[in-house]
């Protein structure tokens, strides 16, 4: 008897209940009454709104709200990229943060003398993902006018005019219930569309390149080794992470632009360790030689001088994750690994988006006043690599453009006196399986192959394997150019760095007579001769005389052919 | 016989039939009033041939009606266009909105009796769900967290549209029934489970 009147409650549950309440706030965690279905819900309570609203008496806030002000100061959300100017959570915000802030008891309405009673003793928001404290600085800001001006000024946010479905303003602003509806919660985190392939973050945020970048298309999947790269969500590919590869909406890890993760590599390489993308760069920067970006930290910032001030590296000077991708390119163009940074052209004037790879090596290692060294002391001193490389110059090597010697008959095929080259034909991890980039190598300068500069070494295709990439060994020493080539090199055991230096020769310093073939002596080893003249003078086609001391030999002058 | 007592309780719970309840007894029920001389419940709203009050709007309205200018609720979310109140509101508030004496019945002007503690509403409306606006289709599809009054039942036996509105308006007596308080405050059904909200807010 009993059971069959408990199988009919439950017909009548099942029929009016569950299908007239289906997607409503009633089934959400959001109905804080003793039918919830979270954890987090009041002993006795019947009523669902009664937590946020009542129909009488409420607070001055709209929609007829039944909760106090929390009155407390909030800390604001700031960084440098930000031009909105979020003010203290205000309209639908401040609703919410009267639980969520985590400072008023949840069971603390205006329309109950006392507060209303919950489970397990809680009283206010329990610490965890949704008690986002009085601390906002970790969290996407609200509460600022997001109007076109905004839109205009920071150049990758969609004009609120075209907000016309899901995601709505509040009296021009953006708060809390742009994202969110309190009362709907059929795409998780009650988010008003679901945010896989970042949906939802894509009708505000248009950031340019991005449906291209490998970070939107990318399918790849975490291997499930080290750090869960996507803790905070339920995707799991690239391509469906999207925005939150990097990115924390939530009690971010760190305050500036919502990171996942601090120090700012950490959100590159939480990925590009093996474990979720294709190449290893993590291995690469362990290696000795390196852009070392563990080094720095809290120095790189987006809004930074393109000529950068201060020395330090991060993935991001190099790469724009919003653009990134694997489009080919041939020199000196810039490929699709480095499409959308800034960079420093030929004439050392800031460009805003890199046409020319070598525009982007120009921000550190060309007019910056923390820019490094060089490793060789010579003759003429010059560490800037923009004034080096400039296609005026006595030589060079072809970074910019062609090169100014019509013979180098060691060039290997299909490289030409015509050919252009990249720093990174040199400057790259080492490997032949490794990655593009100088991101590390085991040899000095991060240079992709070996290259011995120490006088007396023995000549071997390994001591000078970086040259031998595209200057042929065997024409090199059959001495078909300089026709001494393998005296000095074979037998006298003078390495090519000794009498060449391989960025180029300056023409506010060097000049067509003295500096051509990248002549510039490394005066460690290169001594002045008698009378104290150290000088090669170019006589023309494979011709030219020295003037030096070196392994005590005197040249005063030597000449070849 | 259990059985037949349950079903029936059901029945009557789904169907919105209530159990014959009055308004005797209730907050509503002034008869033992020092103020009241006649002792009588209905007067105070209700005479059979009112004649005091200029222009009394119908049903046979026997009580001073408030003459105040109320400061209406506004949300950047509400659709609806929301009227200074009208109709059956206008009744309730003329003892409600507190400047209006209670006694001020049967054509007294200088009754001292004001309502107070939580059935004071003033004449502050905007901390009050809003009254005397137009709810029909039009407005729940604006709105888009409202069921369409004409084919949403309301639990008491027929649409919303034919028990809760007046007119195709959301009154006070959309929610209050002022002659039963068989559920409390007045309350046309029970708010459990916010039962009552849930009728029209589709949350």
Redesign the interface.
Same mark, same amino acid.
């Not at chain 1, 019947?46 to 009664?50: D, R």
């Not at chain 1, 129909?55 to 001055?60: D, E, I, L």
């Given at each position: 008897?009993k059971s069959? #009147?408990h199988l009919?409650?439950l017909v009548?549950f099942f029929t009016?209940g569950i299908n007239f309440?289906s997607q409503? #706030?009633?089934s959400t965690r959001h109905n804080l $009454?003793v $039918?919830g279905p979270g954890t987090i819900k009041a002993v006795s309570e019947?009523?669902?709104?009664?937590f946020c609203?009542t129909?009488?008496? $409420? !607070?001055?806030r !709209?929609?007829?709200w039944n909760k106090p002000d929390p009155g407390v100061t909030y800390t604001l959300y700031s960084s440098s990229t930000i031009q909105g100017n979020p003010g203290q959570p205000d309209?639908s915000s401040i609703l919410c943060l009267s639980c969520h802030d985590g400072t008023i008891a949840l069971g603390n309405v205006l329309s109950r003398t006392n507060d209303i009673v919950f489970v397990s003793g809680i009283t206010t928001l329990p610490p965890g993902t949704t008690n986002l404290s009085t601390d906002l600085s970790d969290d996407h800001p609200v509460s600022f006018l997001y109007n076109s001006t905004l839109a205009s000024q920071d150049g990758e946010l969609a004009d609120p005019s075209t907000l016309t479905g899901p995601v709505k303003l509040?009296?021009g602003y953006l708060e809390c219930t742009a994202c969110h509806d309190p009362?709907?919660n059929v795409n998780g985190d009650f988010l008003v569309v679901t945010n896989q392939y970042s949906n939802l973050c894509l009708y505000c945020h248009q950031k340019n390149f991005w449906n291209n970048s490998a970070h939107k298309t990318s399918n790849a999947t975490w291997n499930g080794s080290g750090t869960n790269p996507w803790f905070h969500t339920n995707y799991t590919t690239v391509t469906e992470n999207a925005c939150e590869n990097c990115h924390n909406p939530h009690t971010a890890s760190s305050q500036f632009r919502l990171m996942n993760f601090t120090p700012e590599e950490n959100n590159c390489l939480v990925c590009h360790n093996g474990n979720v993308a294709n190449k290893n760069i993590q291995s690469e920067l362990n290696k000795p030689y390196s852009h070392n970006v563990a080094a720095y930290n809290g120095i790189h910032d987006p809004e930074e001088p393109n000529i950068v001030q201060i020395k330090h590296v991060e993935c991001a000077d190099c790469h724009n994750p919003h653009a990134v991708n694997d489009v080919t390119a041939n020199p000196p163009d810039a490929n699709g690994f480095i499409q959308g940074v800034k960079g420093v052209n030929a004439d050392g004037n800031p460009v805003s988006e890199i046409q020319y790879q070598y525009e982007l090596c120009y921000r550190c290692h060309a007019d910056s006043p923390d820019k490094p060294g060089s490793p060789t002391t010579r003759q003429i001193e010059q560490s800037n690599v923009r004034l080096e490389f400039d296609i005026g110059n006595p030589s060079y090597h072809p970074i910019e453009g062609q090169g100014a010697n019509p013979n180098v008959p060691s060039l290997i095929s299909p490289l030409s006196e015509s050919s252009v080259i990249y720093c990174t034909d040199c400057h790259a991890s080492n490997g032949s399986n490794a990655p593009a980039g100088p991101h590390g190598s085991i040899y000095p300068h991060i240079l992709k192959y070996n290259y011995e500069t120490a006088d007396y070494t023995q000549e071997s295709y390994l001591a000078y394997e970086l040259c031998y990439q595209c200057h042929d060994r065997n024409s090199i020493l059959n001495n078909e150019s300089f026709s001494k080539h393998k005296k000095h090199i074979v037998n006298i055991r003078t390495p090519c760095n000794v009498c060449h230096d391989p960025h180029g020769i300056s023409s506010s310093q060097g000049n067509t007579t003295n500096n051509t073939h990248l002549i510039n002596f490394d005066i460690s080893i290169v001594q002045p001769a008698m009378m104290g003249r150290l000088e090669f003078i170019d006589d023309g086609t494979f011709a030219g005389r020295c003037y030096l001391r070196c392994h005590r030999r005197q040249h005063n002058p030597k000449r070849y052919p | 016989m259990l059985r037949s007592i349950l079903y029936f309780a059901v029945v009557l719970a789904f169907t919105g039939v209530v159990f014959g309840q009055s308004i005797t007894g209730s907050a509503h029920d002034f008869s033992d009033s020092t103020w009241n001389s006649s002792g009588e419940i209905c007067v105070i709203c209700h005479a059979p041939h009112v004649q005091d009050y200029t222009n009394p709007p119908e049903p046979l309205w026997n009580h001073q009606v408030t003459t105040a200018t109320f400061t209406l609720y506004s949300s950047s979310t509400l659709n609806a266009t929301v009227s200074q109140p009208d109709g059956y509101s206008k009744l309730c508030l003329s003892c409600h909105d507190g400047t209006v004496a209670i006694d001020n019945f049967g054509g007294n002007t200088a009754g001292t009796e004001h309502v107070s503690g939580d059935a004071l509403i003033g004449t502050d409306l905007s901390n009050d769900h809003p009254v005397s606006f137009t709810y029909d289709a039009t407005l729940a599809t604006a709105d888009g967290g409202l069921f369409d009054p004409a084919n949403t039942n309301s639990g008491l036996g027929g649409t919303i549209d034919e028990d809760m509105l007046f007119g195709g308006k959301l009154q006070c007596a959309s929610c209050h029934n002022p002659h039963d308080d068989t559920v409390a405050k007045f309350l046309v059904k029970s708010n459990a489970t916010s039962a009552l909200c849930l009728t029209c807010h589709n949350k």
């Open positions: 008897m069959k #009147i009919f409650f009548i009016y309440y409503t #706030i009633v $009454s $039918s019947t009523e669902i709104c009664i609203h129909p009488h008496n $409420s !607070s001055p !709209s929609p007829l309209r509040e009296d009362h709907l | -």
